[in-house]
């Protein structure tokens, strides 16, 4: 069978259980095809010929009850993989081999898919575009030297270019539904405490949540229903009920109320982005779902708030890397000097910047100030969503403020970075899903995305919505194999 | 407010990152232009906002408090960067 790699999730999983298609045929099709894409320089490391063996192991003797039966799949190096390099992105875990395997790729290995590689990210999850990553930049498959959005750039990357019919990523600000946004894929953040961070390299904790990418929405809700569990080893894991989200999707989403927040509004939003949110309201609208006007009145306050919480946790998850247990280790005269040299050698300039502010807002005399007063604001920023929560369902917004950039674009202007993240910082303060779809493009050909946002733990409503939106849209991603030679 | 070079040096000291003069100048210039727009925040009131801490509103649960995992001591030093079996090491600490 041709074309493997160009099939959806669904599509494979039914061709596998048709005995159709082998595992071993479907893992070969995806390494095939990632051997041939190095120029993206989506992987940082692979596991293609262990990969190819389970699959035959799979064959040997298929459960085809799994509801993952055989499928290959990357995930982004930030989870850690048992006896598999894992390295954030970073030089300072360049070497290093967890010995323990993340929940949530526990839960996608146990329902029967196989570990192709890991894929390449900003470091430490801290970026919006892959160019803080040690292993180097990623290519868009839609466009030769564009950023493929970030921090989970090589999942986006490898999902948009087929290198994978799934992936999993992380999102703390948006890096899972900027990059989507980028590559013209579904990626869904899910509701804080869904998905378990346990085995996850930490980046701020009380923000990071791990969720899925795929070609389309249904292939999204079956991957999240395999890494959504409640999980012992995460003290901040919910114990709520959790559907069988691709079974109970559905189109029907009529009388639903879809909330428009006018203070999306951006100054300097181009015109295409306020199309193609004019377009989504409409389609809603066909969709036979009601649209009400709603104001999130602190939106404008979101990412200061963001740019003091996630440095401040950043700066004390990261003080576990000092050379001493486990990473990099840079040669000192003393102790002392060994961490400093360590961690000023290790990580990059980003991850060093993002510490340093972290340090600054916590420290004696500024704590007050900055940190506590950015956890008040937080505070208002979830009020503001439960005052709107009163009156819909879901909410509708563009997912980024603009598409794709070019590599070396905005490096040198660390805020004009974070303001990419505008649309999706707020949901990740305030714990809730969000999912952006692809809607259109621009005059460019470039992909733009929708996000919307759902109520705390109703990502099945939330699905839905995404679901009947897909079926009016009728995307279709450019991808021209430009860096297959 | 702004950030000068003997900040960013005191906060190298705490976040125990080494920086020379060349980087604390550039951190500097990014701090500032970053804590410049972390700024907009005290437009707000907030005397009387509670913060924020957990989005999550429950208490956390509590679990017995038993021993589930072996002997990991070989795993756990596994992947230390100076070898040695029983323990970490590092350099010298007392003279």
């Given at each position: 069978m041709?074309?493997?790699?160009?099939?959806s999730?669904s599509?494979?999983?039914?061709?596998?259980?048709?005995?159709?298609?082998s595992s071993?045929?479907?893992?070969k099709?995806?390494?095939?095809?990632?051997?041939?894409?190095?120029?993206l320089?989506?992987?940082?490391?692979?596991?293609?010929?262990?990969?190819?063996?389970?699959?035959?192991?799979?064959?040997?003797?298929?459960?085809?009850?799994?509801k993952?039966?055989?499928?290959?799949?990357?995930?982004?190096?930030?989870?850690?993989?048992?006896?598999?390099?894992?390295t954030?992105?970073?030089?300072?875990l360049?070497?290093?081999?967890?010995?323990y395997?993340?929940?949530?790729?526990q839960?996608?290995?146990?329902?029967?898919?196989?570990?192709?590689?890991k894929?390449?990210?900003?470091?430490?999850?801290?970026?919006s575009?892959?160019?803080?990553?040690?292993?180097?930049n990623?290519?868009?498959?839609?466009d030769?030297?564009?950023?493929p959005g970030?921090s989970?750039?090589?999942?986006?990357?490898?999902?948009?270019?087929?290198?994978?019919?799934?992936?999993?990523?992380?999102?703390?600000?948006g890096?899972?539904?900027?990059?989507?946004?980028?590559?013209?894929?579904?990626?869904?953040?899910?509701?804080?405490g869904s998905?378990?961070?346990?085995?996850?390299?930490?980046?701020?904790?009380?923000?990071?949540q791990?969720?899925?990418?795929?070609?389309?929405?249904?292939?999204?809700?079956?991957?999240?229903?395999?890494?959504s569990?409640?999980?012992?080893?995460?003290s901040?894991?919910?114990?709520?009920?959790?559907?069988?989200y691709?079974n109970?999707?559905?189109?029907?989403?009529?009388?639903?109320?879809?909330?428009?927040?006018?203070?999306?509004?951006?100054?300097g939003?181009?015109?295409?982005i306020?199309?193609?949110?004019?377009?989504?309201?409409?389609?809603?609208k066909?969709?036979?779902a009601e649209?009400?006007?709603?104001?999130?009145?602190?939106?404008?306050?979101a990412?200061?708030?963001?740019?003091?919480v996630?440095?401040?946790?950043?700066?004390?998850n990261?003080?576990?890397?000092d050379?001493?247990?486990y990473?990099?280790?840079?040669?000192?005269?003393?102790l002392?000097?060994m961490?400093e040299?360590?961690?000023?050698?290790?990580f990059?300039?980003?991850v060093?910047?993002?510490i340093m502010?972290?340090?600054y807002v916590?420290?004696s005399?500024?704590?007050?100030?900055?940190?506590?007063?950015?956890?008040?604001v937080?505070?208002?920023?979830?009020?503001?969503?439960?005052?709107?929560?009163?009156?819909?369902?879901?909410?509708?917004?563009?997912?980024?403020?603009s598409?794709a950039?070019?590599?070396?674009?905005?490096?040198n202007?660390?805020?004009?970075?974070y303001?990419?993240?505008?649309?999706?910082?707020?949901v990740?303060?305030?714990?809730?899903?969000?999912?952006?779809?692809?809607?259109g493009?621009?005059?460019k050909?470039?992909p733009?995305?929708?996000?919307?946002?759902?109520?705390?733990?109703?990502?099945?409503?939330?699905?839905?919505?995404?679901?009947a939106?897909?079926?009016?849209?009728?995307?279709?991603?450019?991808?021209t194999?430009?860096?297959?030679? | 407010?702004?950030?000068?070079?003997?900040?960013?040096k005191h906060?190298?000291?705490?976040s125990?990152?080494?920086v020379?003069?060349?980087k604390?100048?550039?951190?500097?210039?990014?701090l500032?232009?970053?804590?410049?727009?972390?700024?907009?925040?005290?437009?707000?009131?907030?005397?009387?906002?509670?913060?924020?801490?957990?989005?999550?509103?429950?208490?956390?649960?509590?679990?017995s408090d038993?021993?589930?995992?072996?002997?990991l001591?070989?795993?756990?030093?596994?992947n230390?960067?100076?070898?040695?079996?029983?323990?970490?090491?590092?350099p010298?600490?007392?003279?």
């Open positions: 041709s074309d493997i790699t160009k099939q999730l599509e494979l999983i039914k061709n596998i259980k048709d005995k159709k298609l071993t045929e479907v893992t099709a995806f390494v095939e095809r990632s051997e041939k894409s190095k120029e320089n989506a992987y940082v490391t692979d596991d293609f010929s262990a990969a190819i063996d389970k699959a035959k192991r799979f064959d040997e003797k298929p459960n085809l009850d799994l993952l039966p055989g499928i290959p799949m990357a995930v982004k190096d930030l989870f850690c993989t048992k006896n598999i390099k894992t954030a992105g970073s030089k300072i360049n070497n290093f081999i967890p010995t395997e993340s929940t949530v790729t839960n996608i290995w146990n329902e029967g898919a196989i570990l192709l590689g894929l390449n990210c900003d470091e430490f999850a801290m970026g575009s892959n160019e803080t990553s040690f292993f180097g990623v290519q868009n498959p839609i030769k030297d564009l950023v970030g989970s750039g090589g999942s986006s990357s490898a999902v948009a270019a087929q290198l994978t019919p799934i992936t999993i990523g992380t999102d703390t600000g890096s899972i539904r900027q990059p989507a946004s980028f590559t013209g894929i579904v990626g869904l953040k899910p509701t804080y998905c378990s961070r346990y085995g996850i390299v930490a980046f701020a904790s009380s923000l990071d791990a969720g899925p990418m795929a070609q389309n929405v249904k292939d999204c809700a079956l991957l999240h229903e395999v890494i569990s409640y999980d012992e080893k995460d901040t894991s919910i114990d709520f009920k959790r559907n069988n691709s109970e999707l559905t189109n029907n989403i009529k009388g639903k109320k879809i909330g428009i927040p006018k203070e999306y509004r951006v100054d939003m181009p015109k295409e306020e199309d193609l949110w004019k377009k989504g309201i409409d389609y809603v066909d969709c036979g649209i009400i006007d709603i104001s999130l009145p602190h939106t404008n306050y990412l200061p708030t963001y740019y003091i996630a440095p401040a946790e950043a700066s004390s990261l003080a576990r890397y050379g001493v247990k990473g990099f280790r840079a040669d000192g005269e003393n002392i000097d961490y040299k360590t961690r000023s050698e290790g990059g300039a980003e060093q910047r993002r502010i972290g340090t916590l420290s005399g500024y704590y007050d100030a900055y940190y506590l007063k950015a956890q008040k937080r505070k208002l920023i979830k009020n503001d969503f439960d005052e709107a929560y009163k009156k819909v369902d879901a909410i509708l917004t563009p997912s980024t403020p598409s950039f070019k590599i070396g674009e905005k490096t202007d660390p805020v004009s970075m303001l990419n993240d505008i649309f999706t910082v707020p990740n303060l305030a714990g809730l899903p969000g999912i952006s779809i692809p809607a493009h621009d005059v050909g470039y733009l995305g929708l996000q919307i946002i759902g109520k705390a733990f109703d990502e099945q409503n939330l699905l839905n919505i995404a679901f939106m897909e079926e009016k849209i009728n995307f279709k991603n450019k991808i194999d430009w860096w297959i030679k | 407010m702004s950030i000068d070079l003997k900040t960013i906060i190298s000291k705490l125990r990152i080494s020379n003069e060349k604390a100048e550039k951190l500097a210039g990014d500032n232009s970053i804590f410049e727009f972390i700024e907009k925040l005290n437009e707000l009131k907030t005397e009387n906002v509670e913060p924020l801490t957990s989005v999550a509103e429950t208490t956390l649960k509590l679990r038993k021993v589930n995992s072996k002997n001591r070989e795993q756990i030093i596994k230390s960067p100076q070898e040695n079996e029983d323990y970490f090491v590092v010298k600490v007392i003279e």
